[in-house]
């Protein structure tokens, strides 16, 4: 293992090589957004003298961590600090004069409220062996990133995101990285908000090629919800409403503060005030009808906004159960309510209920609500993008991920993120693991960084989702192309989301 150095536009930078891959940790992309800066839009980096070691990650977003009974599923982010605005890259050739690799740079999930761009999962040492810069970063989360300010100030963590990416443009090279070709990949909140990047004037011409997994465009508050979220937030924060007042609070108060109010929107008996929100899965998102981000994005995307930029989008075949199990959801929920939840979400309970248990005769309730619940947060959402973009000769291509995670004895099914170990190369993530998915996930994903179609050797030819409805199934045992797959329940759906 030796040291390699990098220069950069703020100074140069001291990175580990090992086994011909080179990582540089914790390099920042804009200076630390407290003090003076605290919810304030992103500023450079001071430049340093003499060579700053970037061996470790720097510090992570200030954020609440998840509730015991995700314990052993979800890696808590590491140490938090102000210098959080800080990024990482792996590369097979820094220093290389020849022609630039792709680039992949990571948006992480975590509900808009917790994780970071160094964990463990998302080391990107394997994806630069196959040959690629690997870039992940951390953003501002909660409060501190996607308040409605009383000052009209939005989606900083959107804003940070494009400081990072603004960064790669500028530096990438210098890594052996093409800044000509990046693909933009994320899932859950880091999908979401890849998705309002296709669309946000701000970010037009950073990347060529986007990868949303598990999120898509609905996902997006009116400035009436998002008034009403700053508003609800300050009083549980003990403030007044004003810039000064809420930048006033220690940011692990804020946080804890968002936390309580996540909770009281689960409680919430009048859930249409809360918007996208609604349920507790998040509490805040990024807001539309901004000047940030003029539209909601699936809106915009509908419009036009980002049909030249090459997409490749999808979900796990059961994404909710990673919330319904560990969580003891089931055991609360009967037929009484699954009937006045599929009425809440606009459909006919009586034939939204039979369609879905057709294809599941020994289906729970509970097993219903799951299937509903990824469909309405994640399947139907992201078909809607398919669709706008194919309006305007868009092609998308779209995968569904079936392989179950062995976790909790396998109670947890094809879940939320149970695709992300193999995405990265990582046979120790708690969800899931097989070095086979892994290579043919990879092989795909790169292929698509490459040349803006995933096709791959390992896989059957994949063609885009429209004109056929091509989903790509994928799995470690048979996967392939299958056409409008669970059109029963996609039809339900006619006019809604």
Request: charged residues 15%.
């Amino acid at each position: 293992m030796s040291s390699v150095i990098v220069s950069t536009r703020h100074g140069q930078v001291r990175g580990r090589l090992h086994d011909g891959t080179a990582a540089f940790l914790g390099i920042p992309y804009a200076a630390p957004p407290f003090g003076a800066d605290r919810m304030r839009p992103p500023r450079a980096p001071e430049p340093w003298s003499g060579v700053r070691d970037a061996l470790v990650p720097g510090p992570s977003a200030p954020q609440p961590g998840y509730a015991p009974a995700m314990a052993g599923l979800l890696v808590e982010a590491g140490p938090q600090g102000e210098d959080c605005l800080n990024l990482n890259v792996w590369t097979p050739s820094p220093h290389s004069s020849g022609e630039g690799l792709p680039v992949m740079v990571w948006i992480h999930g975590g509900a808009f409220r917790n994780g970071s761009g160094s964990l463990p999962t998302y080391d990107g040492t394997v994806l630069a062996r196959d040959g690629v810069v690997c870039v992940t970063l951390n953003y501002r989360l909660g409060a501190e990133g996607f308040l409605l300010l009383p000052d009209g100030t939005a989606n900083l963590g959107l804003l940070d995101q494009i400081a990072a990416l603004e960064w790669v443009r500028d530096n990438i090279a210098a890594f052996g990285g093409d800044p000509g070709n990046v693909t933009v990949f994320g899932q859950s909140a880091g999908a979401i908000g890849i998705t309002a990047l296709m669309t946000m004037p701000s970010a037009d011409g950073l990347f060529r090629r986007a990868i949303t997994q598990s999120g898509a465009g609905h996902h997006a508050h009116t400035p009436e919800t998002g008034r009403r979220i700053t508003e609800r937030l300050a009083e549980l924060a003990g403030v007044e409403c004003t810039l000064e007042g809420l930048a006033a609070v220690p940011p692990a108060e804020l946080a804890a503060a968002n936390s309580r109010l996540a909770q009281e929107i689960a409680r919430s008996t009048e859930p249409a005030q809360w918007g996208e929100s609604a349920g507790g899965g998040t509490t805040v998102l990024p807001v539309a009808g901004t000047a940030t981000l003029p539209e909601r994005p699936v809106d915009a995307i509908a419009a036009g906004a980002g049909r030249h930029l090459d997409l490749l989008t999808g979900v796990t075949a059961e994404e909710f159960r990673l919330f319904l199990v560990p969580l003891g959801m089931a055991d609360r929920i009967n037929d009484g309510f699954l009937h006045g939840f599929l009425a809440a979400l606009g459909l006919d309970p009586v034939a939204a209920r039979a369609t879905y248990a057709e294809t599941r005769p020994h289906a729970t309730a509970a097993d219903l609500f799951s299937a509903v619940m990824t469909d309405h947060g994640y399947r139907v959402p992201a078909l809607r993008i398919a669709e706008a973009r194919a309006a305007h000769g868009a092609d998308t291509w779209f995968y569904e991920f079936t392989e179950p995670s062995p976790a909790l004895d396998g109670a947890l099914g094809a879940c939320h993120m149970a695709e992300l170990g193999p995405v990265f190369g990582h046979l120790n993530d708690p969800l899931l693991n097989n070095p086979l998915l892994s290579a043919h996930l990879r092989s795909a994903w790169t292929t698509f960084a490459h040349h803006g179609h995933p096709t791959a050797d390992q896989l059957p030819p994949w063609p885009p989702y429209l004109p056929g409805r091509a989903v790509m199934r994928l799995n470690a045992t048979a996967s392939g192309v299958h056409h409008d797959p669970a059109r029963a329940e996609r039809l339900l759906w006619t006019k809604l989301r």
